[in-house]
T-cell receptor, first 110, second 110 residues
Framework: GQNIDQPTEMTATEGAIVQINCTYQTSGFNGLFWYQQHAGEAPTFLSY????GLEEKGRFSSFLSRSKGYSYLLLKELQMKDSASYLCAVFSGGYNKLIFGAGTRLAVHP | ETGVTQSPTHLIKTRGQQVTLRCSSQSGHNTVSWYQQALGQGPQFIFQYYREEENGRGNFPPRFSGLQFPNYSSELNVNALELDDSALYLCAWQGAYEQYFGPGTRLTVT
């Protein structure tokens, strides 16, 4: 089966660091994505991991362990505008469909 | 800004009716996917089109159908609407490795 798990909700303080975990079990794997989605808007691309290790991009970093079926998204120096849903998605199948988790709603407080 | 547009933004239909949603891209990519996102859930893959042919389908019934046109536009058609079809419908065009999402169409079925 296809399964992607991530926490439903998280809260954090402005200026802090937060880590959002994602575990996956899929029949194929061609890469893992993190998207940010503000309420009522389209998902926007944050990061892509296809090899094990850490990818850093400004305040955002993403880690992948393929052997463990595990990824995390690390957000540093949190800002109020980072309050959003964060979607973990796996590229799977011969035609590269995206399989999404349910998303993690992050609330950043002053 | 992803260069992907969708119309209409919002739509209200009655159970049993039919609906057509539209999507277009400024990018010139050949592959488009459609997703259904229920409230509080991650997007669910409906189907994918490559060069005007369907080349992958998720777990959706045949009353969900689509078209892709040579001018980098696509349609999603849903027949015999049901209440559970109420959702945000997203289209996404395939880039080098990421998918570029449109802003979505919010469909409400009453």
């Amino acid at each position: 089966g296809q399964n992607i798990d991530q926490p439903t909700e998280m809260t954090a303080t402005e200026g802090a660091i937060v880590q959002i975990n994602c575990t996956y079990q899929t029949s194929g794997f061609n890469g893992l994505f993190w998207y940010q989605q503000h309420a009522g808007e389209a998902p926007t691309f944050l990061s892509y991991n296809v090899l094990d290790g850490l990818e850093e991009k400004g305040r955002f970093s993403s880690f992948l362990s393929r052997s463990k079926g595990y990824s995390y998204l690390l957000l540093k120096e949190l800002q109020m505008k980072d309050s959003a849903s964060y979607l973990c998605a796996v590229f799977s199948g011969g035609y590269n469909k995206l399989i999404f988790g349910a998303g993690t709603r992050l609330a950043v407080h002053p | 800004e992803t260069g992907v547009t969708q119309s209409p933004t919002h739509l209200i239909k009655t159970r049993g009716q039919q609906v057509t949603l539209r999507c277009s891209s400024q990018s010139g990519h050949n592959t488009v996917s459609w997703y259904q996102q229920a409230l509080g859930q991650g997007p669910q893959f409906i189907f994918q089109y490559y060069r005007e042919e369907e080349n992958g389908r998720g777990n959706f019934p045949p009353r969900f159908s689509g078209l892709q046109f040579p001018n980098y536009s696509s349609e999603l058609n849903v027949n015999a609407l049901e209440l559970d079809d109420s959702a945000l419908y997203l289209c996404a065009w395939q880039g080098a490795y990421e998918q570029y999402f449109g802003p979505g169409t919010r469909l409400t079925v009453t």
